[in-house]
């Protein structure tokens, strides 16, 4: 186990809003990821990170921006929110190869 | 880059049969996972593969890592209604530093 936490769990949101989606840890992992995911679809890697003051975009391109200022906490912000921007967010940390999920988060944004 | 195939798709089942699916790769692996995701919820690990050939089980779940080192195997035996949800192989191989994702199986178990 990874001990991996999200917040919020679901946001409905209007198009223009700023909106942060947390993410902690308690094991102290270098290694964390961000991952969009439409229902019942792949993964697809948005942002990840190695460790603090470390950032890197994904494979997929993402107008979110992530932080990572303390090894427990990498947030993910979108500065304006619009409709295409509706979909899970799940965040993961590493030991070695193995990636431990989150529960994600469900963002709507009308 | 990396990619993987996943299948089937899809797959409904009568409450106790046995499931299996599988994943291709177009490149060599050195580690092969297995996740399962419930509705609503982030993937779980179900089991992890380190060496061709290797056959690793978790309860009623089996895993193999294929031979060619190119494919990996998910058997489930007599199948039951909590085993319903997306199933997701994932690998990683030579210089690459991330995992790359199967697109999923839609398991659905009927009673």
């Known amino acids: 186990e990874a001990d991996i936490y999200q917040t919020p769990r679901y946001l409905v949101i209007g198009t223009g809003k700023k909106i942060t989606l947390e993410c902690s840890q308690t094991m102290g992992h270098d290694k964390m990821y961000w991952y969009q995911q439409d229902p019942g679809m792949e993964l697809h890697l948005i942002h990840y990170?190695?460790?603090?003051?470390?950032?890197e975009k994904g494979d997929l391109s993402s107008e979110s921006t992530v932080s990572r200022i303390r090894t427990e906490h990498f947030p993910l912000t979108l500065e304006s929110a619009r409709p295409s921007h509706t979909s899970q967010y799940l965040c993961?940390?590493?030991?070695?190869?193995?990636?431990?999920f989150g529960p994600g988060t469900r963002l709507l944004v009308l | 880059g990396q990619q993987l195939n996943q299948s089937p798709q899809s797959m409904f089942i009568q409450e106790g049969e046995d499931v299996s699916m599988n994943c291709t790769s177009s490149?060599?692996?050195?580690?092969w996972l297995w996740y399962k995701q419930d509705p609503g919820e982030g993937p779980v690990l179900l089991i992890a593969l380190y060496k061709a050939g290797e056959l690793t089980s978790n309860g009623r779940l089996t895993a193999q890592f294929g031979i060619t080192r190119k494919d990996s195997f998910l058997n489930i035996s007599a199948s039951i209604p909590s085993d319903v949800g997306i199933y997701f192989c994932a690998g990683r191989g030579g210089s690459a530093r991330q995992l790359t994702f199967g697109s999923g199986t839609q398991l659905t178990v009927l009673p």
């Open positions: 490149s060599i692996f050195n580690t």
């Open positions: 993961a940390n590493s030991v070695e190869v193995l990636q431990y």
């Open positions: 990170s190695y460790g603090v003051n470390s950032t």
